[in-house]
């Protein structure tokens, strides 16, 4: 069973994976964390994010410490990881292990949940269930603000919403693997949906499938 959920930053798509992930004991991947481990070793090797060769080098081979790292999940990161997501040269890198461990999932497990922005549409085009999470650009930059007001205390509102919605035009309007609905893919707005309610309708889904 494969089950791919895609769209953009901060519709609850992480979440939803996760709680499908624990539900039918599967296999996860965030494979946005792939990318931000990228855009932060760019960061940390000391180029700036739209640097080619240096996303390409980096993740070319990917250094795995860089995926357990605190800063993984700082709003400057999802910056950096939206600019080298644009990168042919990165995504082809990264293509094979999101493919490799959605067919043969780590631990022997019976399915795969991957979340992103292109494993319907690239990834996993034959997934057995494609769902597309979504909300409105300010439901989505509310949610991110709360979450990261703590730990980031400098952030505003204000400056997340501009985020969010640079970061939807960069993961829109990009020439390869652009965000998108695959043809096949089931839409669920979150932005009047509490995930609870998301959740129980694809549980449905998978048993549907099953
Ligand atoms: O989902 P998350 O916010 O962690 O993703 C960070 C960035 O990585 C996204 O804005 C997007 O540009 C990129 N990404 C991608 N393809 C994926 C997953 C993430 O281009 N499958």
Known sequence: MIIAI????A???GT??????AEFNYAYLDTGSLYRAVGLGVLRAGFKADDVAAAVGVSANLDPALLGDPALR??????????VAAMPGVRANLLKFQRNFSVCPPG??????????DIGTVVCPDANLKLYVTASADVR???RFVELKDREPAVTYEQILADVQARDTRDMGRADAPLKPAEDALLL?????????????AVDLVKERL
């Open 6 to 9: 895609d769209g953009p930053a």
């Open 11 to 13: 519709a609850g798509k």
């Open 16 to 21: 939803l994976a996760r709680r499908l992930a």
């Open 74 to 83: 700082e709003e400057r990161t999802g910056d950096a990881a939206s600019k």
């Open 108 to 117: 022997g497990k019976t399915g795969a949940v991957l979340d992103g922005r």
């Open 141 to 143: 930059a509310r949610r």
């Open 189 to 201: 707005d979150t932005t009047e949906l509490a995930i609870d309610a998301v959740f129980l309708r």
